[in-house]
């Protein structure tokens, strides 16, 4: 048996990039796929029509999309830790008491997943209605309550992985980019108990987000409460009572799950 990291199989690779490409562009056509991802339309062409034959693509006209053969697989993923499926009932519990959005993300990879979206009655008509909030995407760890959240319940080591593979990006002017700022923040996030968004995943939201761990002090996952800055005010006894809040749902939930 050998040590070495095993190769990375590009034709795999490819038809996976396709994939990501179709979704991110809610639909997608063979020229525009080509000149995306600097391949030649037959060699997209051949990965289309295997993945529309397997059923993981569909053709409408020109336009390919995400088939639903990827839904079983999505669902598989989402409850095959059954603590994942009690953490989600509380979503909308929490959307509810709130009147705001509320989220549970977990990590997988160094990046952050929502599991589980909920908007309550007050914010119902918020940003992230369909925006980046929804069920199965993802976001790097530093961008948001909940992902900060858990880099702050992380050990150290484990954090600076994560930083070595994604390193710092930023989506908005708020972002935190450099490395001794994001630690400065989770040392706050320590001493809190929670974490604070403030327009730092997208201009105009702000949220709080709190981790959910195991006896041992492994990460599970993450809560998080919020919504459009009009609506989620900046004062700190606003945000203090959030985190609160957050932190008694999760104290009664860890009681329940472990």
């Given at each position: 048996m050998t040590n070495e990291r095993p190769r990375p199989v590009k034709t795999t690779k490819t038809s996976l990039a396709l994939v990501r490409a179709v979704r991110n562009s809610d639909g997608a056509g063979l020229s525009e796929l080509a000149d995306r991802l600097g391949l030649?339309?037959?060699?997209?062409?051949?990965?289309?029509h295997t993945l529309v034959d397997e059923g993981f693509l569909v053709r409408d006209g020109d336009t390919y999309h995400v088939?639903?053969?990827?839904?079983?697989?999505?669902?598989?993923?989402?409850?095959?830790?059954?603590?994942?499926?009690?953490?989600?009932?509380?979503?909308?519990?929490?959307?509810?008491?709130?009147?705001?959005?509320?989220?549970?993300?977990?990590?997988?990879?160094?990046?952050?997943?929502s599991l589980e979206y909920a908007v309550g009655e007050s914010?119902?008509?918020?940003?992230?209605?369909?925006?980046?909030?929804?069920?199965?995407?993802?976001?790097?760890?530093?961008?948001?309550?909940?992902?900060?959240?858990?880099?702050a319940s992380m050990p150290e080591?484990?954090?600076?992985?994560?930083?070595?593979q994604w390193g710092l990006p930023a989506t908005t002017d708020r972002t935190i980019t450099d490395e001794s700022a994001l630690c400065d923040e989770l040392e706050s996030v320590r001493r809190r108990g929670y974490a604070v968004n403030d327009e730092e995943l997208i201009a105009g939201y702000r949220s709080v987000g709190a981790s959910v761990t195991n006896p041992d002090g492994?990460?599970?996952?993450?809560?998080?409460?919020?919504?459009?800055?009009?609506?989620?005010?900046?004062?700190e006894s606003t945000i203090e009572e959030i985190g609160r809040l957050l932190l008694d749902e999760i104290d009664s939930l860890e009681s329940k799950l472990f």
């Open positions: 030649a339309k037959s060699t997209v062409h051949n990965h289309l088939g639903l053969e990827f839904l079983p697989f999505g669902e598989h993923a989402r409850d095959r830790n059954p603590r994942y499926a009690t953490a989600r009932q509380r979503v909308h519990s929490l959307a509810e008491k709130t009147g705001h959005e509320a989220d549970f993300i977990a990590e997988e990879h160094g990046r952050a997943y914010n119902s008509r918020g940003l992230s209605e369909s925006g980046p909030f929804r069920a199965g995407n993802r976001f790097y760890m530093h961008h948001c309550a909940s992902g900060k959240a858990m880099l080591p484990r954090v600076r992985d994560i930083i070595d492994e990460v599970v996952g993450a809560f998080s409460i919020g919504g459009p800055t009009y609506r989620m005010a900046v004062d």
